[in-house]
């Protein structure tokens, strides 16, 4: 997996990734983010989040968590759009920019932006 800065995370999941790990927190977000997450209070080997996460994840979370209110996981969109960047960039040797632009749901211009480290424009105009 490419190196993301992690304080581009939110707060809670800066924590979850200091138990699990940056891979799995970026897991959990995938299936869980924008959504409320609840831990268990006891490790169950046929629970979702084993599935998921892996034993030994799970088991740093009900420690860390387990039987605490729900609380929310966030989408962590720039987190996100900064691992797809860099898969990106990665996977640009194998693959063409049409075929990248096809895989990531982007337009070939996108991918060419990534590619030559241009921030994305959301076509927005500045209010102030």
């Known amino acids: 997996m490419a190196e993301i800065d992690e ?3 939110p707060g809670i999941l800066r924590d979850i990734a200091g138990l ?4 799995g927190t970026l897991t959990l977000v995938q299936h869980y983010g924008g959504v409320r997450l609840y831990i ?7 629970h979702v989040l084993v599935k998921i996460l892996g034993a030994a994840a799970v088991v740093k ?3 860390h968590f387990g ?3 729900h609380f929310d ?9 900064a691992v797809r960047n860099a898969k990106i960039k990665v996977e640009y040797g194998e693959l063409s920019q049409r075929q990248l632009a096809l895989k990531y749901d982007l337009t070939e211009r996108q991918v060419r932006n990534i590619l ?3 921030e994305e ?5 500045a209010l102030f």
């Open 7 to 9: 304080s581009l995370l």
């Open 20 to 23: 699990i790990g940056l891979p």
């Open 40 to 46: 268990p209070k006891r490790f169950d080997p046929d």
């Open 61 to 63: 979370l009900i420690e």
């Open 67 to 69: 039987g605490e209110d």
């Open 73 to 81: 996981i966030p989408k962590a969109l720039i987190a996100s759009v």
């Open 116 to 118: 030559a480290g241009v």
């Open 121 to 125: 424009d959301d076509g927005q105009v």
